[in-house]
């Protein structure tokens, strides 16, 4: 089976842009989350969607924001970038529970200057 | 709420010393618990979980319910060790599963 995969894998933006990131789940799949990972917080949970429908969502402002299509890959958006938001930005999928064992992507890179 | 407490956020052995990453967790019912590595540029992945109670690469953790811990433990450490682990918990039903901010094993030879 293919693993998760994100596109792009590295990204610099310049704040107040906006970005959008890919991800596409193993196939069979379902469950689909999205997490920020930075060196001094660790893994943050963004949101997971399941069937095209948010399911669980993190603490994180109205800025970012995902979507998920019938084929299950998943997309999210950050809106106004801010220089905070440089980090790896990983997407795991899973059959359907997000707490079941989640396989991940490679994440992406996102610079903001 | 469910809560992940990893203590140390760097760890150092030396190589062939035994390792112990701590992971203590807040949660009212019987949990299931997992621990992922993050090898270096390498993508995070399953290490163990305690419903398997198996050992991967030397590994074992152990689920004290009344000390409410789940400890990644090797008897002797290498340096291909040398990686971030992250203990996480599942909760129940459709809920995320709850990770903590992670320990950085480093295995000096």
């Known amino acids: 089976k293919a693993g998760v995969t994100q596109t792009p894998r590295y990204l610099i933006k310049t704040r107040g842009q906006q970005v959008t990131l890919s991800c596409s789940p193993i196939?069979?799949?379902?469950?689909v989350s999205w997490y920020q990972q930075t060196p001094g917080q660790g893994l943050q949970f963004l949101f997971e969607?399941?069937?095209?429908?948010?399911?669980n969502k993190g603490n994180f402002p109205g800025r970012f924001s995902g979507r998920q299509f019938s084929n299950s890959r998943s997309e999210m958006n950050v809106s106004t970038l801010e220089l905070g938001d440089s980090a790896l930005y990983l997407c795991a999928s899973s059959l359907d529970r997000p707490a079941q064992e989640q396989y991940f992507g490679p994440g992406t890179r996102l610079t903001v200057t | 709420a469910q809560r992940v407490t990893q203590p140390e956020k760097l760890l150092s052995v030396f190589k062939g010393a035994p390792v112990e990453l701590k992971c203590n967790y807040s949660?009212?019912?019987?949990?299931?618990l997992f621990w992922y590595v993050q090898y270096s540029r390498q993508r995070l992945q399953l290490l163990l979980r305690h419903i398997s109670r198996e050992s991967i690469k030397g590994f074992t953790a152990d689920l004290n319910k009344g000390e409410t811990s789940f400890h990644l433990k090797k008897p002797f450490a290498q340096e291909e060790d040398s990686a971030m682990y992250y203990c996480a918990l599942s909760p129940p039903g459709n809920t995320p599963l709850v990770f903590g901010k992670g320990t950085r094993l480093s295995v000096i030879a």
């Open positions: 949660y009212s019912g019987s949990p299931e």
């Open positions: 969607y399941f069937s095209e429908t948010q399911r």
């Open positions: 196939s069979g799949h379902r469950s």
